[in-house]
């Protein structure tokens, strides 16, 4: 069964620009997380996905934002890059069903902000 | 707000000693603790977990003990092994189907062989 994949593994990007992020999530597996993780910061919630729909939001500003499509495959978006979004972003995915809260992560996107 | 502290930031024992990770969160709704580990290039992988129900949960060599009235909760790894070595997080949720975790900053952890 293939984890979660995480596309690109690594980007560098300037100031100003935007970035895409994208994540498949693992088969059958309808709830999509991300989150940032940075030393100083640690592992932050973005955002959660479930059935396309955003059923729960972090403390981030509104240049963060992201989508799920119909097979949950998730992307998120970060506009008007600044030198502090640089981070890994981590997706991961669950059945999000009342048995199991197990997430699976991927092994992230690696943003560099110069 | 929601928090978990956690300590230590860093962890060095001998191969074959225990180590001990505690952690403390704020939110008293919180209901579930699950324990990750992130090796180097690799997202976080679950290692245990416990619910609100639950005061120990136990797994090989590694358990978990939770306290709902102090608000603490720790990882227990016993008779370490150099492969223990890893970022260990704690977090803690209200409810165990979402996606929402808030974690701990992580715990270092060197097993020297």
């Known amino acids: 069964k293939a984890g979660v994949t995480q596309t690109p593994r690594y980007l560098i990007k300037t100031r100003g620009q935007q970035v895409t992020l994208s994540c498949s999530p693992i088969s059958g597996h309808r709830s999509v997380s991300w989150y940032q993780q940075t030393p100083g910061q640690g592992l932050q919630f973005l955002f959660e996905y479930f059935s396309e729909t955003q059923r729960n939001k972090g403390n981030f500003p509104g240049r963060f934002s992201g989508r799920q499509f119909s097979n949950s495959r998730s992307e998120m978006n970060v506009s008007t890059l600044e030198l502090g979004d640089s981070a890994l972003y981590l997706c991961?995915?669950?059945?999000?069903?009342?048995?199991?809260?197990?997430?699976?992560f991927g092994e992230g996107s690696r943003l560099t902000v110069l | 707000g929601e928090n978990v502290e956690q300590h230590p930031s860093t962890l060095s024992v001998q191969e074959g000693d225990s180590a001990v990770i505690k952690c403390t969160y704020s939110?008293?709704?919180?209901?579930?603790f699950p324990w990750y580990k992130q090796e180097l290039g690799k997202g976080p992988q679950l290692i245990i977990d416990?619910?609100?129900?639950?005061g120990e949960k136990k797994d090989q060599r590694i358990a978990v003990t939770l306290n709902k009235t102090a608000k603490h909760f720790s990882l227990h790894i016993t008779e370490t092994q150099p492969e223990d070595s890893a970022v260990y997080f704690c977090?803690?949720?209200?409810?165990?189907?979402?996606?929402?975790?808030?974690f701990g900053q992580g715990t270092t952890l060197q097993v020297k062989p």
């Open positions: 991961a995915s669950s059945l999000a069903g009342p048995s199991t809260g197990e997430l699976f």
């Open positions: 416990i619910r609100s129900n639950v």
């Open positions: 977090a803690a949720s209200k409810n165990s189907n979402t996606g929402k975790l808030i």
């Open positions: 939110d008293s709704a919180s209901n579930y």
